[in-house]
């Protein structure tokens, strides 16, 4: 509760609460003894007026008889006659409240209070002092109008299965791009990617669709060789020259192979993991001619033998940073430059991408069919899925988070540390994941700190308006009394 913000006016409430709940006692046991003490007068009043009849009627006969009556002893003789003895009632101590504005002081003393009555401060005082009847109105008023992004049992079932559904997937369908031996074992492929890449299904779909485009979109950053660049971008060959070229990345041609087109130049990333820019003979195009250009080329390298490399995949031959990985027998870990290069001559295209996105899909398939299920089963609004938008991005979050760390346990366990054996697509869809959870967990925090600050100030324009009145009426009595 320290570091709450909230945990100084949960002090504060929780000790006008019991404040509350003790005056109210007091004002039971008062409305008690007042009912029972009115009972009993109006008994003796009825008595004493019965004997007082009879009292009449008797003074009236002995004056008849002639017989002296003495006058009856007023009122206030019989009040001075009876005993002033009081009774002691215990009288309630009302506690000093400040009146200077000074909330610390306030918050001191509701704390000195609450510790009196055993209060645990390290926890939240409202759900101790309060009764859970109020609690519940309180957190049922509170969802309606903020949405209720608390998790039942049913949720949490559902983000684990996801996961585990998207990792068995992952593990037997995804598996690795193509079959290979990676250090002396042998691994089976994908399936999926190898009906995708099948020679003569991927010959037939570029003859009758993409060929057109080899001859109408030449580009200046398709060098096949290192000698093609004059010797200037090592390591490149006619298996390996779109993965080290930046224009034939699926995301990242749109910025550095339209830059390409229209300077007329290639931007390319060497074995060493050295950016290179290598200046061409093809003549500088305008932008919109480079967009329809880009495009073009791309679809033209899409079903050829060696295909593209998945988004943003080039990035990994930047620099010589480390990996977990080696890629034979001696165990030495080698650089990320080389691992993607690895990856790439060996299946891990664009091709494999489409089918590694079966895992991120399912994920998001069963957490978004469920929210959208259960929302119209409890007759849930739009409105207030808006409102609750935050839990579902909190589920998809852990979901993406368990399938990420299932691609990580079978690359490591199942396929012994084979890096094409990793799922790319499902460890880019963490990205969006978290940027999401961030952005409604923020805009959530948001709303709910405007509506406290209304709240407050409201509690003060009232608080404001209640001092004037008592002061005029302070004022008033003043001037009557003078």
Request: charged share 25%; no cysteine; glycine share 8%.
């Given at each position: 509760m320290s570091g709450d913000r909230l945990s100084a006016p949960a002090v504060v409430v929780a000790y006008q609460a019991v404040t509350l709940t003790e005056l109210r006692g007091l004002f039971d046991q008062v409305e008690f003894d007042l009912k029972d003490v009115l009972e009993r007068e109006l008994r003796v009043t009825d008595i004493l007026d019965s004997v007082e009849s009879e009292f009449d009627a008797v003074r009236a006969r002995l004056q008849a008889m002639g017989v002296l009556v003495p006058a009856q002893e007023s009122q206030s003789s019989a009040v001075a006659a009876v005993s002033v003895e009081t009774s002691s009632?215990?009288?309630?101590?009302?506690?000093?409240?400040?009146?200077?504005?000074?909330?610390?002081?306030?918050?001191?003393?509701?704390?000195?209070?609450?510790?009196?009555?055993?209060?645990?401060?390290?926890?939240?005082?409202?759900?101790?002092?309060?009764?859970s009847g109020q609690i519940a109105r309180s957190l049922r008023s509170y969802a309606e109008e903020h949405g209720d992004v608390s998790w039942d049992n049913t949720d949490w079932t559902v983000v684990l299965v996801a996961g585990a559904l998207a990792t068995l997937l992952d593990v037997i369908l995804v598996r690795i791009p193509q079959g290979s031996t990676f250090l002396g074992k042998e691994y089976a492929g994908s399936p999926?990617?190898?009906?995708?890449?099948?020679?003569?299904?991927?010959?037939?779909?570029?003859?009758?669709?993409?060929?057109?485009?080899?001859?109408?979109?030449?580009?200046?950053?398709?060098?096949?060789?290192?000698?093609?660049?004059?010797?200037?971008?090592?390591?490149?060959?006619s298996y390996t020259h779109r993965l080290q070229s930046l224009g034939h990345d699926p995301a990242l041609g749109f910025l550095f192979g339209v830059a390409?087109?229209?300077?007329?130049?290639?931007?390319?990333?060497?074995?060493?993991?050295?950016?290179?820019?290598?200046?061409?003979?093809?003549?500088?195009?305008?932008?919109?001619?480079?967009?329809?250009?880009?495009?073009?080329?791309?679809?033209?390298?899409?079903?050829?033998?060696?295909?593209?490399?998945?988004?943003?995949?080039?990035?990994?031959?930047?620099?010589?940073?480390?990996?977990?990985?080696?890629?034979?027998?001696?165990?030495?870990?080698?650089?990320?430059?080389?691992?993607?290069?690895?990856?790439?001559?060996?299946?891990?295209?664009?091709?494999?991408?489409?089918?590694?996105?079966?895992?991120?899909?399912?994920?998001?398939?069963?957490?978004?069919?469920?929210?959208?299920?259960?929302?119209?089963?409890?007759?849930g609004t739009a409105a207030q899925r808006k409102l609750e938008h935050a839990k579902l991005t909190s589920m998809l979050l852990l979901a993406h988070t368990i399938a990420t760390s299932g691609t990580l346990l079978k690359t490591g366990l199942l396929f012994g540390m084979n890096p094409a054996a990793l799922n790319y697509n499902q460890i880019l869809a963490m990205a969006p994941a978290t940027?999401?959870?961030?952005?409604?967990?923020?805009?959530?925090?948001?709303?709910?700190?405007?509506?406290?600050?209304?709240?407050?100030?409201?509690?003060?324009?009232?608080?404001?308006?209640?001092?004037?009145?008592?002061?005029?009426?302070?004022?008033?009595?003043?001037?009557?009394?003078?």
């Open positions: 009632y215990r009288r309630y101590a009302v506690p000093v409240v400040p009146t200077d504005g000074d909330f610390d002081q306030l918050v001191r003393l509701a704390e000195a209070r609450l510790d009196l009555l055993g209060i645990d401060l390290t926890r939240d005082p409202l759900q101790q002092v309060l009764p999926l990617t190898k009906w995708l890449q099948d020679k003569d299904r991927a010959q037939d779909i570029h003859a009758r669709f993409f060929k057109r485009f080899e001859k109408l979109a030449k580009v200046p950053y398709d060098a096949p060789t290192t000698w093609a660049t004059g010797g200037l971008v090592s390591g490149m060959s390409d087109l229209i300077g007329g130049t290639g931007t390319y990333i060497d074995k060493a993991g050295q950016l290179v820019q290598v200046a061409t003979h093809y003549d500088p195009v305008d932008l919109i001619n480079a967009l329809i250009t880009q495009v073009r080329h791309l679809l033209s390298d899409v079903y050829t033998p060696a295909g593209l490399q998945p988004p943003f995949f080039s990035l990994l031959q930047l620099g010589q940073v480390g990996s977990p990985f080696a890629l034979d027998p001696s165990g030495v870990k080698v650089p990320w430059t080389e691992v993607a290069r690895y990856m790439y001559t060996n299946g891990y295209d664009l091709r494999h991408f489409f089918t590694m996105g079966i895992t991120p899909g399912v994920v998001s398939a069963i957490i978004r069919g469920y929210w959208l299920l259960k929302s119209y089963a409890t007759g940027i999401a959870w961030f952005k409604e967990a923020i805009a959530r925090d948001h709303r709910i700190t405007q509506a406290l600050e209304k709240e407050w100030e409201l509690l003060l324009t009232e608080s404001e308006g209640n001092r004037g009145q008592r002061v005029e009426s302070r004022a008033w009595a003043d001037r009557q009394s003078d």
